[in-house]
């Protein structure tokens, strides 16, 4: 919505969006090559001064290509959830701190703490019109205003990753940067089946949603804000049940049978006749579909070895970062030359064809703790 006040169509708030997204994938390269020798904690300080200083950029922009600019640099991406570099690091120093039988856990604990980050977020994201109901700010400065908030939360998170234990760093001296012949097939499959879930996740960041409901239904900030609010709440309560499942179905089956249904849910969205019936169905589906965001992040570190877990989630994510940069400006494109609600069709299609080949793929190839209790039983 700031993008459409500066005069923005859709096809140009797919292409910022796709440059922000541009920008993690980058950010992520980056730190898949130097995290471990440079430090994680460090690595996240230095992440989070980028990200403020987008913000910073974005509150000053007068120009399409100074927003452009600024959202690459700064890695703002528009998906509303947090997609940025900093994953790659901290997937690695979780599973160092606890054991196999407790890590899908807390990987669980891991989102849903993000996801209540998001829904305060989502809630700030109101700010806008809080901004020029208070203070009689203009339009364009309210944005500006939360802009600044922005910053100063990217902040923040780097002051507080400074004040992380030694322990989430490497502990043993890293030799070897590339992945071992046994891991790199798994970790290649993984990535290129991920990559395909996320450019389907492209077609259906926070961004664009807010502006199908925008367009469809013509709501505005104040709506939005509690309706991503709720969103984000319903995402991570669904990361707990996701590691209750897992204990009792296994990381692939939780993955597949949670996500496969909500793609099929999204499709019935643009089909809804009224507001409460389009929000009914979204929340129904938003309800299932990151159960796969905690199980995927602990399986693909657990079937590598310890050393090699930066390196495969850093591949894993990257893949998908590009794939969400890619995703975004074809989708604004299909709003604005072939339908609003196309998206919402393409994304959820390709998000099946994920959940369907990765079932077919992985199946077989079982972490640690799923392992040992087949042995067990037999």
Sequence with gaps: MYLAHLHFDASALGLTVSLGLAGCAMGTALVTAVADRLGRRTTLVILAALMAAGGVALAYATQASMVMAGVLLGMVNGMGRDRGAGLT???AMLPQIVTSSQRTTAFAWYNLTIDAGHAIGSLLGGLPALFRA???????????WTWGCYAVLCLVAGVLALCLSSSVELQTPLTNQRLSPSSRPIVAKFAALSGLDSLGGGFLTTAMLSYWFFKRFGVTEAVLAPLFFVVRIANGLSHLGAAWIAKRIGLVNTMVFTHLPSSVLLMTVPLAPTLPVAVALFLLRESLVEMDVPTRQSYIVAVVKKEERVRAAGVTNLTRSVAWAVAPAFAGSLMRNLSLSAPLVVGPGLKVAYDLLLYR???????????????TRV
């Design 89 to 91: 690091v901290e997937q």
């Design 134 to 144: 208070q203070t009689n700010a203009s339009v364009l400065g309210s944005y500006q």
């Design 361 to 375: 793929a992985f199946r077989h190839l079982k972490p640690p703790e799923e392992r040992q209790e087949l042995a």
